[in-house]
Structure formats: structure tokens, C-alpha cells
């Protein structure tokens, strides 16, 4: 059972309009969310992350918002550049001892063209 | 600034055979964690480690093993390699009492022949 879950597979955006990725969970106890950014053969990279008391997080380009009544949240690319084309990884975790796992969803491949 | 290191970056192996993958962590990084990702899947969890202990365990097969030594590197052992243990492993470091976030190492591609 997917407990995050991303269910658009792929996005084509134009460069200079906004990117938005959308993810669900369903384990109430994730308490921390976090998006990673890939490309091909390499590790994913972390991009911004946000905390269940907080509903929106913002790190230049790139703003999380969390709506944990839906148990929803996305990342907003604004604007977006081809550099942004990647697949996007929803991750989330339940921040109760030291190690404990990132759940990831099965991601969504950004592409952006100018 | 330093990244996660992970070696080899490559691996061919035949079924049946023993491999073993290492990851170095960030400097001062205390927890680290290993991942399998599938062709066109998502990471799975596989195992974590803190101080040197067990911290939380995944889908990790039997056949698997691993340790996080007093340098606190990281090194994952697995036997009886079969075709379906080809993947991608990413290493991922941490610092307890941070931010939560995991750094992810570039990966060991992993192929069982």
C-alpha cells in the first residue's frame, strides 16, 4: 500500500510559468515532508522540506504548502527553467527517533521547455 | 561542500556471488541510511544506522547485512546475489538533532548477471 503517493506520473510546463507538483499521503503519522529533485543516474537531491506545523515553506524559486487536513501537499516552481526538468520525489517521514526512513512517492517527471 | 561518497559507482556481479558497497557520510553526519531504487521505481527503504547502531529497518532481505563502523562510514553486504538484486543503492546521510533532511550519495549501480 503506497502510503505517499504522487499520482501524476509526468507535467510539461513552458519555461517562465509555474510548476505544480502535487502529492498525497496517508499515514497521519508523518510529520515532515520533503521534495528531491533527480536526474538520471544520479543520488536524488534535496530541495526544500516542510514541518507539520507549518502550511507553507518557501525557499527562493521553490514554495511547499501543506494542508494536513487533506493530507496534501505540493511544491511551486516559479518560474520554471528547463535546468528544472527532472523527476520530482514527494518523500515524508514521522520524525520519532533518530534514523528513521524517508517514504518516498514514485514521482513526477517535470518537463520544461523554452 | 563535501557530498556522500559511495564506492563503487559500479558493480557487476554474477548470481550467486557476494558484493559489498560502502558509503562515506558528511563530515559530522552521525546517521546513514540505504536505499534500493528499481528501474522506474521509487527508493525502498532498506536499513538505517545511528552512532553506530541499528535504527530502523526496511524491506531488507536476509541475504543482506550491514554495519556503520566507528569512522562512522557505512558498508552493506550482500550474498547470494540473485538477478532481481540488480538496482540502484543510494547511501543517504543525516545529523541527528539537524533539520531531518537525508543527503544522498550519487549511488552504486548494482547489476546481477
Known amino acids: 500500500d503506497q502510503q505517499v503517493k504522487q499520482n501524476s506520473p509526468s507535467l510539461s510546463v513552458q519555461e517562465g510559468r509555474i510548476s505544480i507538483l502535487n502529492c498525497d499521503y496517508t499515514n497521519s503519522m508523518f510529520d515532515y515532508f520533503l521534495w528531491y529533485k533527480k536526474y538520471p543516474a544520479e543520488g536524488p537531491t534535496f530541495l526544500i522540506s516542510i514541518s507539520s506545523i507549518k502550511d507553507k515553506n518557501e525557499d527562493g524559486r521553490f514554495t511547499v504548502f501543506l494542508n494536513k487536513s487533506a493530507k496534501h501537499l505540493s511544491l511551486h516552481i516559479v518560474p520554471s527553467q528547463p535546468g528544472d526538468s527532472a523527476v520530482y520525489f514527494c518523500a515524508a517521514t514521522a520524525v520519532y527517533q533518530a534514523g528513521t526512513a524517508l517514504i518516498f512517492g514514485k514521482g513526477t517527471t517535470l518537463s520544461v521547455s523554452s | 561542500a563535501a557530498g556522500v561518497i559511495q564506492s563503487p559507482r559500479h558493480l557487476i556481479k554474477e548470481k550467486r556471488e557476494t558484493a559489498t558497497l560502502k558509503c562515506y557520510p558528511i563530515p559530522r553526519h552521525d546517521t546513514v541510511y540505504w536505499y534500493q531504487q528499481g528501474p522506474g521505481q521509487d527508493p525502498q527503504f532498506l536499513i538505517s544506522?545511528?552512532?553506530?547502531?541499528?535504527?530502523d529497518k526496511g524491506s531488507i532481505p536476509d541475504r543482506f547485512s550491514a554495519q556503520q563502523f566507528s569512522d562512522y562510514h557505512s558498508e552493506l553486504n550482500m550474498s547470494s546475489l540473485e538477478l532481481g538484486d540488480s538496482a540502484l543503492y543510494f547511501c543517504?546521510?543525516?545529523?541527528?538533532?539537524?533539520?531531518?533532511?537525508?543527503?544522498f550519495g550519487p549511488g552504486t549501480r548494482l547489476t546481477v548477471t
Open positions: 543517504a546521510s543525516a545529523l541527528e538533532g539537524g533539520t531531518y533532511e537525508q543527503y
Open positions: 544506522f545511528y552512532e553506530k547502531m541499528q535504527s
